[in-house]
């Protein structure tokens, strides 16, 4: 693949996947309020129960995503991503089905996060994986940070959209805008043109031997534990908050959705800054340096929301935290997709992006399983703060390893010969290999 005139501007089958992430990304910020607001007003749940959702959404990310990423490295990974489009479309129609019917309840919404987030395990893993064989290796910042454009410009758009449509048409029926932004999206991947190489012989390989061996590489790779480590631990303690962040906004802060989403869209804007800033931060600071300042800032910000006083004053502040923590977030998840994808080889794209998923986002049922816990023993407002604080701490495994001295993306390492050993092995050599890393106990 030769770089073209003009960038990933000129990249057509880029510029067609681009689009189809944007109205996809667009649609889901619909769902993303609307879902836990139908558990939150129309079925009149508790706290709990509304965190129940996002861990049963996520809870698949722990169950599905390690075989998934040995996979996805087996077949063509353009065919993942449609037939993970094209499920969730299905899954999600089923919802204003249910409530135009009169027969929706919250088993039915936790059985349809649950099925969607296994398909996004698979897409996520295949779309990580599909993007170093679409584009050139020094184009992976630009991009992942055009990617990240789409996801802040649909967070600045998405949230009051979804507000208005839930006040204008209800709730379950604003998830039709998402079920057709998925189908969309499968379109223009459909319409990319350019194939991929095949990697493996599958009549070659084994399910548990591929799936080993992409967490030997991860758990024993100096830069991919210490970034597992820090991203695991950042997605658990924000979770924590976000889990019951809507329902302290509605019943303690008196606000609408119209009023969340729009804190919600106010506060993208620190993230469509992140994007178009990372590029230039990792120039300036380096890899590493860039790497440590995202993730330094992204979590104490959410110590602002307990203080907000109730009324149109807590949109500000709402926006104010979201901001800062999406900016640091997201300047953070460029150097760290693109660190990863640069120094991987080809052949385990699919297997080391599924082995940290599993580490990285499995974490997230459990921050929001921890955080309904801590709201009905202790309040909302303690879980909130036990968020804030548990998430600053996650830098700590970034300074403490070799990335903190990165200025470029290294090149990519041999991978070790296979090996089918036991996990107790696998984490044993990451922690006696001498590369200065975090150790995996750490974990």
Not at 181 to 210: C, K, Y
Not at 260 to 274: H, K, Q, T, V
Not at 401 to 420: G, H, N, T, Y
């Amino acid at each position: 693949m030769r770089r073209r005139r003009g960038g990933l501007w000129s990249h057509a089958d880029f510029l067609k996947l681009w689009t189809g992430q944007s109205i996809s990304e667009l649609g889901s910020q619909v769902s993303q309020l609307a879902v836990p607001w139908i558990a939150l007003t129309t079925l009149k749940s508790s706290a709990f129960e509304i965190a129940t959702l996002g861990t049963l959404q996520f809870l698949p990310f722990v169950l599905f995503t390690l075989p998934a990423g040995v996979w996805v490295d087996w077949v063509p990974r353009r065919l993942v991503l449609i037939v993970g489009d094209v499920g969730r479309t299905v899954l999600l129609a089923t919802i204003p089905l249910a409530y135009g019917l009169g027969v929706l309840t919250l088993w039915q919404l936790y059985v349809v996060v649950f099925l969607f987030g296994t398909l996004t395990v698979f897409f996520d893993v295949a779309y990580q994986s599909y993007l170093p064989s679409l584009i050139d290796r020094d184009a992976l910042v630009e991009g992942n940070s055009k990617l990240q454009v789409t996801v802040s410009g649909a967070g600045v758009a998405g949230p009051g959209l979804a507000g208005l449509l839930i006040r204008v048409a209800t709730a379950p029926y604003a998830i039709l805008v998402d079920a057709v932004s998925f189908l969309v999206s499968g379109g223009f991947t459909f319409a990319i043109r350019a194939r991929e190489e095949t990697h493996v012989n599958r009549q070659d390989r084994h399910l548990m031997a591929e799936l080993w061996e992409g967490l030997r590489y991860v758990l024993g790779h100096r830069y991919l534990r210490p970034q597992a480590i820090s991203t695991g631990s950042s997605n658990f303690f924000t979770n924590v908050a976000f889990a019951i962040l809507l329902v302290y906004a509605h019943r303690r802060l008196g606000l609408s959705s119209f009023a969340i989403g729009l804190a919600f869209s106010l506060a993208a804007f620190g993230w469509m800054l992140g994007a178009s800033v990372a590029g230039r931060m990792r120039r300036l600071f380096g890899v590493g340096g860039a790497t440590i300042i995202g993730s330094a800032i992204s979590g104490p910000s959410l110590l602002l929301i307990p203080y907000a006083p109730r009324g149109d004053v807590a949109i500000l502040i709402i926006a104010v935290a979201e901001a800062v923590s999406g900016f640091g977030s997201v300047v953070y998840n460029i150097q760290q997709v693109s660190l990863r994808q640069t120094i991987t080889p080809a052949r385990m794209q699919g297997r080391m992006n599924a082995t940290m998923r599993f580490l990285v986002w499995g974490t997230i049922p459990l921050g929001s399983l921890t955080g309904g816990a801590l709201a009905a023993a202790f309040g909302l407002r303690t879980a909130i703060f036990v968020g804030g604080i548990g998430a600053f701490f996650s830098v700590v495994p970034i300074v403490l390893s070799p990335i903190r001295s990165l200025r470029d993306f290294p090149e990519p390492e041999p991978v070790p010969a296979l090996s089918v050993e036991p996990l107790a092995t696998v984490m044993a050599d990451a922690r006696a290999s001498g590369d200065g890393g975090v150790a995996a106990s750490a974990e």
